[in-house]
């Protein structure tokens, strides 16, 4: 598993758990085992030019549809 999809699926495990709130950039680093805030800024980036999320600010991060169902693969 690639570790956009890690980060992407951390996103909406973390939204359904809190209310639908957002992780900040640290709280992503520690789910997903990553090294520095550049990396989760680069991944965010990559999603978002995917279509699959939309980050406005810090830690607003919406995903795209609105669905925070993980759909198994």
Request: charged fraction near 25%; glycine fraction near 6%; proline fraction near 1%.
């Amino acid at each position: 598993m690639s570790k956009s999809n890690d980060v992407y699926r951390f996103i909406i495990r973390y939204k359904i758990a809190h209310q639908g709130n957002s992780p900040s950039f640290e709280e992503i680093m520690e789910g997903c085992q990553i090294s520095s805030k550049s990396v989760v800024s680069d991944i965010l980036e990559s999603l978002q030019d995917a279509g699959l999320l939309k980050q406005d600010g810090v830690k607003n991060i919406e995903i795209k549809n609105g669905k925070w169902i993980l759909e198994e693969a």
